[in-house]
């Protein structure tokens, strides 16, 4: 059996879900993945537009785009409340002074770049850069503000600056659903039956990484921006939990409205394809 291409983000998360099935710590059968890739989640999302990877982690902002070819497994999303990326500035002491301004995004097809565009009211410059240097370009004035996620979130306090706006905050008042911020996507053509597999083996990985987190602990600070154990936990705290085990009903809702909205706005393509694979809800 030719074994799956797999990419997912260095980022705490990512890591803990993905360290015991890539390691070998896990026991579910024989693996079906070559060694990953781990890359930024925007090479990723670009990455998937070029229909290089079998399995992958994606944004739902670049999943919109990319239907066609994959689809969304019910284990290892991100997504939950009190997750969303952040606007932050140094200066700016208003949403409306920004108007006009340059703001940095981690990427064109991240979830966070397609929030900004639905939340924010005026004109802005938008400067994609990679995420984790948007806060150093923020405190060196290079942007008035800056789109963060990932660790970003945990540490933007310590630079001085300042929150103006938690865009998922935003989403969960407008929506009263959790934010849908990056799914494991798959290609359709792999079929039901390899597609639950590979549902079975995240699962399986995730359980592990629950049972044995400091097992993983190494492998997660290896690939990690941030190495201070505070901010790691956290992170896991945050993006890993019951909805990355299983999207559920309330997970696909706020999947199907997160894609709708981007639809109706114009920065989403309209199309047929649905976003879940058959058989995996």
Sequence with gaps: MTL?????????????????????????????????????????NRWAFERRLDVTKLSFHALGH????YCVLAAGSALGRGCGPLLVTAGATSVAALDGARIAIPGAYTTAALLFTMYFPGSAETVEMRFDRILPAVAAGEVAAGVIIHESRFTYRQLGMTCLQDLGQWWEDTTGLPIPLGCIAARRSLGQARLRSIEDQIRASLQFARCHPQRCRDYIRHHAQETEEAVIDAHIDLYVNDYTMDLGDAGRAAVAAF???????????TGESGSFCSGCA
């Design 259 to 269: 894609l709708q909205r981007g639809r109706t706005s114009g920065s989403l393509p």
């Design 4 to 44: 799956l291409t797999l990419g997912f983000s260095p980022c705490p998360n990512d890591t803990f879900l993905f360290a015991g099935l890539v390691n070998g710590w896990c026991a579910h059968g024989v693996s079906l993945f070559a060694p990953p890739f781990l890359e930024d989640v925007e090479t990723l």
């Design 66 to 69: 990319v239907l066609d070819e």
